[in-house]
């Protein structure tokens, strides 16, 4: 096994392993093919796609402009790999050096670069989240499935969590001619990333676009009405005929740094070593 700290030998004969196909992951590959290396490099992604672009999902997709399957990232170079897309890794090995993954395969490797980002927070009530008319925004799939609904022109939207990207659905929304709802706890919208001074800005810029801000204590849970859905507690307006809910747990991670590691590193005895914001890059060797 050629060790990451023999230098040449490494770069010429080394192999590595990129988990997470996505932006860091791409970046992170075209970096090592600048710089030289030269060995076995595989990539694992659990989506199926090559690396694709998520800005655009919650704003180009959702206006119409772009479809969702659009968004491919550009190539800073050409990038020799070997592609394992649609399958997750699972486990890791330290001591053979092996990447377990989810169909039973292993990928050997003597350096291992873990890109996965951050996923979803699910609804704590999984039966409520699996009502129709219930949206998560992380992947192209969830995008193109909002897309269509905002199309079909719903009564009302309930933005839960005014971040970015819940705000930027509020706006896209706005833009459309929808009548837009937003619940957020803090004290304004974006006041987790930029602080209550441009959260007031940024809750007056809302208000003047037509936006319906509504301060919450929490929501807690959703249920189907005959007029719509409405959730029970701590919201003052009437049910909504939809609700979105688009998660944001990114524009959380940029300000707290609460990057966590994928749940199977701890059992694989693994610890990120560099905790981020985004994108999210732990190197293991
Ligand atoms: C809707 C939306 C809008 C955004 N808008 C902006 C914006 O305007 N500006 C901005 O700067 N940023 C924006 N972001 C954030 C930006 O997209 C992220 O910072 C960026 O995608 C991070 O890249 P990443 O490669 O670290 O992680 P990710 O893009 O999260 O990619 C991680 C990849 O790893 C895969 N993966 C996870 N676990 C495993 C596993 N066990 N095995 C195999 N694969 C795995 C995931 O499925 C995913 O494909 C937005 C994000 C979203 C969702």
Redesign the pocket.
């Known amino acids: 096994m050629s060790s990451p700290t023999n230098g040449n030998a490494f770069k010429k004969n080394g192999r590595i392993v990129i988990?997470?196909?996505?932006?860091?992951?791409l970046r992170g590959a075209e970096a090592l093919r600048n710089e030289g290396f030269s060995g076995h490099l595989t990539i694992?992604?659990?989506?199926p796609h090559e690396p694709y672009?998520?800005?655009p999902?919650?704003?180009q997709v959702q206006k119409g402009w772009v479809k969702a399957d659009h968004t491919k990232l550009p190539r800073m170079r050409k990038v020799d790999a070997e592609w394992r897309l649609g399958?997750?890794?699972?486990g890791l090995d330290r001591a053979s050096g092996v990447v377990r993954l989810a169909n039973g395969d292993e990928v050997a490797g003597d350096a291992l670069l873990i890109?996965?980002?951050?996923?979803a927070r699910p609804w704590p009530n999984p039966e409520e989240a699996k009502l129709e008319g219930v949206y998560t925004?992380?992947?192209c799939e969830d995008?193109a499935r909002l897309q269509a609904a905002l199309a079909a022109r719903p009564r009302r939207v309930l933005v839960i969590g005014a971040g970015?990207?819940g705000s930027?659905v509020a706006s896209v929304c706005r833009e459309l001619g929808l009548e837009v709802t937003v619940a957020e706890r803090a004290a304004a919208p974006l006041a987790g990333a930029l602080g209550n001074v441009i959260g007031a800005i940024a809750a007056e810029m809302q208000r003047d676009a037509g936006v319906d801000l509504a301060p919450v204590s929490a929501s807690r849970s959703l249920k189907e009405t005959q007029r719509g859905m409405c959730v029970t507690h701590a919201f003052p307006t009437g049910p909504c005929s939809m609700w979105t809910w688009c998660w944001?747990r990114?524009a959380r991670s940029a300000t707290s740094n609460g990057w966590r590691a994928?749940g199977?590193l701890p059992a694989s005895g693994v610890w990120p070593v560099m905790p981020v914001a985004?994108?999210?890059?732990s190197m293991v060797s």
């Open positions: 988990i997470g196909a996505s932006l860091a992951g694992i992604g659990d989506e672009d998520r800005p999902l919650s704003k399958v997750a890794a699972t890109a996965t980002g951050v996923r925004l992380r992947t995008a970015f990207i930027e944001h990114w994928p199977w985004a994108p999210s890059i």
